[in-house]
């Protein structure tokens, strides 16, 4: 691991290794405090996470990585690591991981990855990022900048600390240019419900979107699993929620809080997301085809 180019603001002690803080989640920073709350309390309450409700996750949104981007030699950072689900997969893939998040969640990632040696647990933003540009081999931010202000600055900001000849992989929401118009019209009355449970207390949101997850997540996600074991897929794949056919209810649970409880999203097309890319300096840009729409991955130019 290489030092911080600059001297955090304060070190708080976790339950396993002490955590350099260098965010202050300030006016000046590309971030929305209220958001950053949030997903603070989100991953307090989702913390474990299991090789069975993470496997066929993993499987979706890691289909493009592979040893040529990730391996034994690797130096990577994590950016916006939440609870620490996504850096541990890689924990015997690379050589050294620095994650970082600007919420609470380091506290929860502290408890999953704390004891792992070649792991370093960072709370910093996409603009207080600690490390000199050009720093790492592979970067990537998972389900993250979509829920920044400027998505497209936060990810210039990302690739600048990626080596010349190094990937960096994101993942983003998308608006669905692949879906039909009954999809996209299920899409927005759900967005019309996400404006208002989002502004909900916090106990209260968090009720309201367990019950959604038991009344709606579930029964639609299983009737789409049903279809598919009668070799409906065409079908099945127009299911709202389809994806989640094979996903824990733990997952569902998740998921439901992170598409509901959040007031601020942002949705891209894929060519956005590539535009995007490029303008941060990316090439021979690939995308995921599976579910995780949209996840890419490029080469820094």
């Known amino acids: 691991m290489k030092p911080y180019n600059k001297p955090s603001l ?55 990585i592979d040893e040529t981007i990730v391996n034994k030699n690797t130096y990577m950072i994590d950016i916006g690591c939440g609870s620490g689900r996504w850096t541990d997969y890689f924990v015997d893939k690379a050589a050294f991981i620095e994650a970082i998040d600007p919420s609470e969640a380091v506290f929860v990632a502290d408890k999953m990855l704390g004891q792992k040696n070649n792991v370093r647990i960072t709370k910093a933003s996409v603009d207080t990022i600690p490390w000199d540009d050009e720093t790492f081999d592979f970067g990537m931010s998972i389900g993250v900048l979509h829920h920044i202000p400027d998505t497209k600055k936060a990810l210039i900001s990302c690739v600048k600390k990626i080596k010349k000849g190094g990937h960096f992989y994101v993942y983003l929401y998308y608006r669905f240019d692949n879906r039909g118009v009954i999809f996209k019209s299920v899409f927005y009355l759900s967005d019309a419900l996400r404006k208002i449970i989002s502004r909900m207390p916090q106990g209260l949101k968090r009720i309201t979107c367990d019950t959604l997850a038991v009344l709606i997540y579930w029964p639609l996600s299983r009737f789409a699993g049903l279809l598919h074991k009668m070799k409906l897929h065409g079908l099945a794949k127009k299911i709202p929620l ?24 942002q949705r891209f097309l894929r060519h956005e997301v590539e535009a995007m890319m490029k303008e941060a300096g990316l090439g021979d840009i690939r995308f995921g085809e599976k579910s995780a729409f949209w996840h890419a991955v490029g080469k820094k130019l």
């Open 10 to 64: 304060q070190t708080i002690q976790a339950a396993n290794k002490p955590i350099e803080v260098f965010t202050t989640l300030d006016g000046d920073e590309n971030i929305d405090t209220a958001v950053v709350t949030d997903f603070g309390e989100e991953w307090k309450k989702f913390a474990i996470h299991t090789d069975e409700s993470v496997r066929e996750l993993r499987k979706e949104y890691f289909d493009i």
């Open 242 to 265: 389809e994806p989640y056919y094979n996903k824990p209810f733990y997952n569902l649970r998740n998921d439901c809080l992170d598409r509901f409880g959040t007031k601020l999203e």
